[in-house]
């Protein structure tokens, strides 16, 4: 019984913990809008129109296993792991995240140079879709995102807390972990070329 009291009490922590890191980012957000112009999902603008469509994986991720997750741009369930062939980052943010909303921009700058050489997944955790969708447009994501509620990835990879970044091979296993903010467009370049032996061009 004591036990059941701890566990709803730390579900209740964890729950404010989030909520207020919530409020802290989307006031630290609102301003960043010089007109007070640009959506919100609560300012009435409807649904974010972003919808990047994923590409189901053929090579399960080591410590995660055979995974389905619906697709953050058109919910299809989807198959998480790498096509086989190319190296990938699997990038884990969410939008109540102030730290991965610094990243965002490096990572697509990153996917725009070198997206042909290493994939690039992102994994909007323990958010809600309609938010995750609004921060994905907001950042102009090209690169697809799966919708993790349950943050299956992030323990499975063994992330402390968000952002994280794993470097994985295309046989799915994990070459090297990220778990500290402050990552670059090339800082992921220069990972990415260690982790993989590879030369990106």
Do not use: H, N
């Not at 709803?8 to 006031?27: D, E, I, N, P, V």
Request: hydrophobic share 45%; aromatic share 6%; glycine share 12%.
């Amino acid at each position: 019984m004591r036990g059941s009291t701890a566990m709803r009490g730390g579900t209740l922590s964890r729950a404010l913990a989030c909520a207020a890191a919530g409020l802290l980012f989307l006031s630290a957000c609102s301003g960043e809008e010089p007109d007070g112009e640009a959506a919100s999902p609560d300012d009435g603008a409807g649904e974010a129109d972003w919808a990047v469509a994923c590409t189901a994986g053929a090579v399960p991720i080591e410590g995660i296993g055979s995974l389905e997750l619906p697709c953050l741009g058109d919910d299809v369930a989807t198959a998480v792991g790498t096509d086989g062939a190319r190296p990938m980052i699997v990038v884990l943010w969410a939008s109540w995240c102030q730290p991965c909303a610094a990243e965002a921009p490096e990572v697509e700058a990153f996917f725009s140079e070198y997206g042909d050489q290493v994939g690039v997944l992102g994994v909007d955790t323990a958010d809600t879709a309609e938010a995750g969708r609004w921060f994905a447009s907001e950042f102009a994501m090209t690169y697809p995102s799966v919708f993790d509620a349950d943050e299956t990835i992030r323990t499975g990879l063994g992330v402390p807390a968000l952002p994280g970044v794993a470097f994985v091979a295309p046989d799915g296993t994990v070459e090297k972990l990220i778990t500290e903010p402050g990552i670059t467009a090339d800082s992921l370049a220069a990972d990415a070329e260690s982790a993989f032996g590879l030369e990106l061009t």
